[in-house]
């Protein structure tokens, strides 16, 4: 299983992606918490704008953690510079699609 992650614009227009090649994301599902704990490995999940504070604030909690693998780590912070983005720039949505 692989979590590809992008933000998008409001037209669906991919703006940046990362891909999971090495399936951290899939790994961390148990760990997660707050917003994130509701992403579906196996269909679509987004966030919005006004979510998006919830996403940074686990994601920074999670990055650094104790328990997080450097890459892990290297992972969750290439994913937290893309909600930070959709946070700053309006009509912009996380998008995360499972396999």
Same mark, same amino acid.
């Given at each position: 299983?692989?979590?590809?992650? +992008?933000?998008? #614009?409001?037209? =669906?227009?991919?703006?940046?992606?990362?891909?999971? %090649?090495?399936? &951290?994301?899939? /790994? *961390?599902?148990?760990?997660?918490?707050?917003?994130? +704990?509701?992403? #579906?490995?196996? =269909?679509?999940?987004?966030?919005?704008?006004?979510? %998006?504070?919830? &996403?940074?604030? /686990? *994601?920074?909690?999670?990055?650094?953690?104790?328990? +997080?693998?450097?890459?892990?780590?290297?992972?969750?912070?290439?994913?937290?510079?893309?909600?930070?983005? &959709?946070?700053? /720039?309006?009509?912009?949505?996380?998008?995360?699609?499972?396999?």
């Amino acid at each position: 299983m692989s979590i590809q992650v +992008a933000i998008e #614009d409001g037209r =669906g227009l991919r703006l940046a992606q990362i891909g999971d %090649i090495k399936n &951290v994301l899939g /790994e *961390l599902l148990g760990r997660f918490s707050g917003p994130l +704990a509701g992403i #579906d490995p196996y =269909g679509r999940s987004m966030f919005n704008r006004t979510q %998006i504070a919830l &996403v940074v604030d /686990e *994601l920074e909690r999670l990055t650094q953690s104790e328990d +997080a693998t450097a890459e892990q780590r290297a992972f969750l912070s290439s994913l937290l510079t893309l909600a930070r983005r &959709v946070g700053d /720039e309006p009509h912009t949505y996380l998008w995360f699609y499972g396999d």
